[in-house]
């Protein structure tokens, strides 16, 4: 392991948050800490992945989808980021495409995802990710 990745690995274990196995075309529940004045709550926003970037990584990101009032809205979280509480994922998708940008363009029946009823985690311990073992 290269010296870059070690210290991420080392970063991510002093954070000690617990990410689910989560992919694009997944229905997810992001719990995000929203601060008003000096209160903080946490709102969860729920809605599709439609891309994840820089993987497993420190620098990871991922944006979410979701219609609201008939308007399409997407937000991007970072992966480790401190003001996110909770991921939990609500129903896992069928999908072939690791970016679902074009779900911006449907409306209705042909903007929905086959949900994926096969589902396995993978093994802990192993370097293999959910695409490779989906296969």
């Not at 074009?102 to 192993?126: C, D, F, H, V, W």
């Amino acid at each position: 392991m290269d010296l870059i990745a070690q210290l991420e690995a080392e970063q991510i274990q002093e954070l000690g948050k617990e990410i689910p196995d989560f992919k694009a075309g997944d229905t997810i529940r992001v719990g995000y800490k929203v601060t008003e004045g000096t209160r903080t709550r946490v709102q969860n926003y729920e809605g599709v992945c439609i891309s994840r970037k820089n993987g497993q990584g420190i620098a990871g990101s991922f944006t979410v989808r979701k219609i609201s009032f008939g308007e399409g809205v997407e937000r991007v979280f970072p992966l480790y980021s401190t003001n996110i509480d909770s991921i939990t994922v609500v129903r896992r998708g069928k999908v072939r495409r690791s970016k679902l940008y074009y779900l911006r363009s449907r409306r209705g029946k042909s903007a929905r995802i086959a949900e994926q009823t096969n589902y396995r985690a993978p093994k802990a311990g192993s370097g293999a990710t959910s695409s490779q073992t989906d296969k």
